[in-house]
């Protein structure tokens, strides 16, 4: 039995609008990869960044899509 946490990622789903999240996430984030890595970096660094990090055994090159916000002090 999966838990409703498993198939989306986090967040509960409602009906099918759960299954179509992750097919979209899986759409979109090359996308928004790309931009992030192309010169249109600026339409999108003041909510998401890219971190990428090299894995210290196998040396491949991972590329996590992160959104993110000011904390206002």
Known sequence: MTHDTE???GAPSSG???H???????????VMR???RSHLHRLLSGQLMLLEYTG???GRTYAILIGYFA???
Request: aromatic fraction near 16%.
């Open 7 to 9: 198939t989306t990622g």
């Open 20 to 30: 179509r999240a992750p097919a979209l996430f899986r759409f979109m984030n090359p």
């Open 71 to 73: 904390w206002d002090a």
């Open 34 to 36: 790309w931009l992030l």
């Open 16 to 18: 099918d609008a759960g």
């Open 56 to 58: 210290r055994v196998s």
